[in-house]
């Protein structure tokens, strides 16, 4: 079964404790990235990795750090510095291509800070 | 910012009539876009994208419409069923300067999309 998992699917926190999200998949796709989605809203980029050890930040980073060590996981720690970390996060992976860039979700974590 | 938006952020349709889901985008740079389907608790699904270089690009049962000129997207999904019900999403990527891709895809906020049989 080829495809992108996500674990845990529910996670709770309580304040102060750093949290991680795991993310793999085994599409051997190049790129890996993490949203945030929060309740009514859309998609926002937290942080993506176009190849191993290698990523940059996207628009909302601030209290969150990633690792790229190998190609098929991107796990997404959610530190203490994030003052607002319930949300929904959700994975993605594609390899981007001269002109066609779909990128595959995962089926997402929901975190809850107690 | 450069920003993807929805017009509309509900739509009620009874089972069986067209859906027609709008997308305003203001970069103009953007040549590629995606449309999602989003189940609730359930990460997006692709369902068709388009380049900048066409405007009309048809699925089984959808057809995604670019206007350039006003910089709008839609989605048409023909004969819409109860399975259709979610929240839908357009996304942007614009191509970098070599032709291949940031990575980046820019997400409208959403139309929720609820379908009564």
């Known amino acids: 079964d080829g495809g992108i998992t996500q674990s845990p699917k529910y996670l709770f926190r309580k304040e102060g404790q750093n949290v991680t999200l795991s993310c793999e998949q085994n599409l051997n796709h190049d790129a890996m990235y993490w949203y945030r989605q929060d309740p009514g809203q859309g998609l926002r980029l937290i942080y993506y990795?176009?190849?191993?050890?290698?990523?940059q930040k996207g628009d909302i980073a601030e209290g969150y750090s990633v690792s790229r060590e190998k190609k098929e996981s991107f796990p997404l720690t959610v530190t203490s510095a994030q003052k607002n970390p319930t949300a929904f996060y959700l994975c993605?992976?594609?390899?981007?291509?001269?002109?066609?860039?779909?990128?595959?979700f995962g089926p997402g974590t929901r975190l809850t800070v107690l | 910012g450069e920003s993807v938006g929805l017009h509309l952020p509900t739509l009620s349709v009874q089972e069986g009539d067209n859906s027609i889901i709008n997308c305003a985008y203001s970069?103009?740079?953007?040549?590629?876009f995606i449309w999602y389907k989003q189940e609730s608790g359930k990460g997006p699904q692709f369902i068709i994208d388009i380049r900048s270089n066409m405007d009309k690009r048809q699925g089984q049962r959808v057809t995604v419409l670019l206007n350039k000129t006003v910089k709008h997207l839609s989605l048409q999904i023909a004969a819409t069923q109860p399975g259709d019900s979610a929240v839908y999403f357009c996304?942007?990527?614009?191509?970098?300067?070599?032709?291949?891709?940031?990575?980046?895809?820019?997400f409208g906020q959403g139309t929720i999309l609820t379908v009564h049989p």
């Open positions: 990795s176009q190849i191993v050890n290698d990523f």
């Open positions: 993605a992976s594609n390899t981007p291509r001269t002109s066609t860039d779909t990128q595959y």
């Open positions: 996304a942007e990527n614009t191509l970098n300067a070599g032709g291949t891709s940031y990575g980046k895809l820019t």
């Open positions: 970069n103009s740079a953007s040549d590629y």
